[in-house]
């Protein structure tokens, strides 16, 4: 659960190289062609695709973990065993959600 909670803290600042491409890529399609090719080039690369994935699985990953935290909150599935299985809920659910929407989108 700890090492969880490490993740959840550090996937959220990491969210920010993704968000930051994003907006970079709508600002240059806002400002000329020449901006939003480069900016695209990047993007459409396996470096861009790669961190694009990277921020959609912490989002599922951040997701879940908050609706973990919810579930905690009101005290319910607090012993060891059933916060493993919640632990595990969230990272096996945050790649199987990333690969569902990779695959539909």
């Known amino acids: 659960s ?3 909670g490490d993740v959840y803290k550090r996937q ?5 190289v993704g ?3 994003f907006v970079s890529w709508l ?3 806002a400002t000329s062609d020449a901006s939003f090719r480069a900016v695209n080039a990047i993007i459409s ?7 694009l994935i990277g921020s959609l699985w912490a989002l599922w990953y951040h997701t879940l973990a908050g609706i973990r935290h919810l579930i905690w909150d009101h005290a319910v599935w607090l ?4 916060s ?5 809920s969230v990272v096996i659910g945050s790649f199987a959600l990333t690969f569902l929407t ?4």
């Open 84 to 88: 493993r299985l919640l632990g595990w």
């Open 27 to 29: 600002l240059a399609a």
């Open 2 to 4: 700890r090492g969880l």
């Open 19 to 21: 968000v930051i491409l």
């Open 12 to 16: 959220g600042n990491a969210l920010i």
């Open 79 to 82: 012993d060891i065993r059933k």
């Open 45 to 51: 690369s396996w470096f861009g695709k790669l961190i």
């Open 102 to 105: 990779v695959l539909f989108l």
